[in-house]
C-alpha cells in the first residue's frame, strides 16, 4: 500500500 | 470505496446543497459566518493541488470540482451578490481567519509526512478544515433564533466528519490501511468541535423547539 493512499480521500 | 466514506460524501454534498438552496431560493445567508466559508474555500484551494497531476477516480475529481465550485460561488454569493450579501451577519461575524490559518501554517510546516510544496499544503488544508466550523459555531451562539436550514447545514457537515472516522476505523480493520496520525488527529479535532452543537441540535428536535445555543 503506497504512503499516500490517504489521498483517494475528499 | 466503503459505506461510511459514500454516506459521508454524501452527507457533505448535501450540506452544501441545503447552503446553496437558502442562498439561491430565500436569498439569504443570515447566520453563516463568511471567515468559515472563506476558510473552506482556502481548504479546497490548497487540498486539490493535485486534481489535474494526480488522477484517482472519476468519481473522485468531480467531488473535488464540486467542492472547489460551491465552496468559490458561495463566497462570492455572500460577499457580492446584490440582495444576498445584505443578509449576511457582518457585526457578528468578527472571527479572525488569521488566527487560524497562521497557526495551522506553522503547524504544516513542521508537522508533516514529506516536506514538499504540495505535501505542506496538503498538510495545511488538513489542519485548516479540523478548525474552519469554528467561526460559524460563534455565530451560532451569537445568533437568538437559528433558522432550519443553518441548523441542518452544520448538523450535516458534522456528521460527514463522523462518518469519516467510521470510514477510517473500517478501512485500518478491513485494508491494510497505513496510520495517517496527521489525518485522523485533525479529524478528531474537527469532529469534537461538534460534539457540543450535536447536543443542543439533537435535543431541540427531540423536544420541537427552535435550536438555541446558551449563550
Known amino acids: 500500500v503506497s504512503e499516500s493512499d490517504v489521498k483517494d480521500e475528499l | 470505496m466503503n459505506i461510511f466514506r459514500l454516506s459521508g460524501d454524501m452527507t457533505h ?4 446543497i441545503v447552503l446553496l438552496l437558502k442562498i439561491h431560493t430565500i436569498k439569504s445567508c443570515a447566520g453563516i459566518s463568511l471567515k ?11 487540498r486539490y493541488l493535485d486534481i489535474f497531476t494526480d488522477f484517482v477516480s472519476v468519481y473522485n475529481t468531480i467531488m473535488k470540482l464540486i467542492f472547489l465550485a460551491t465552496s468559490f460561488s458561495i463566497v462570492w454569493y455572500m ?7 445584505r443578509s449576511y451577519d457582518k457585526e457578528q461575524d468578527t472571527f479572525r481567519h488569521l488566527f487560524l490559518i497562521l497557526p495551522c501554517l506553522i503547524l504544516a510546516l513542521v508537522v508533516n509526512e514529506k516536506f514538499t510544496f504540495k505535501e505542506v499544503m ?33 448538523f ?5 466528519r463522523a462518518l469519516y472516522i467510521l470510514n477510517w476505523i ?11 496520525w496527521i489525518t485522523w488527529i485533525s479529524g478528531l479535532v474537527q469532529t ?21 445555543l446558551p449563550a
Open chain 2, 13 to 16: 454534498l448535501m450540506s452544501v
Open chain 2, 36 to 46: 468559515t466559508q472563506e476558510l473552506y474555500a482556502l481548504v479546497f484551494a490548497t
Open chain 2, 79 to 85: 460577499r457580492h451578490h446584490k440582495i444576498v450579501r
Open chain 2, 122 to 154: 496538503w498538510t495545511f488544508s488538513l489542519y485548516v478544515e479540523a478548525v474552519a466550523i469554528l467561526p460559524q459555531l460563534v455565530l451560532l451562539q451569537r445568533t437568538k433564533n437559528i433558522d432550519n436550514l443553518t441548523g441542518q447545514y452544520v
Open chain 2, 156 to 160: 450535516l457537515l458534522g456528521a460527514y
Open chain 2, 170 to 180: 473500517y478501512r485500518y480493520l478491513t485494508e491494510k490501511h497505513f496510520v495517517h
Open chain 2, 192 to 212: 469534537l468541535l461538534y460534539a457540543d452543537f450535536f447536543y443542543y441540535y439533537i435535543n431541540s428536535w427531540k423536544n420541537n423547539v427552535r435550536l438555541q
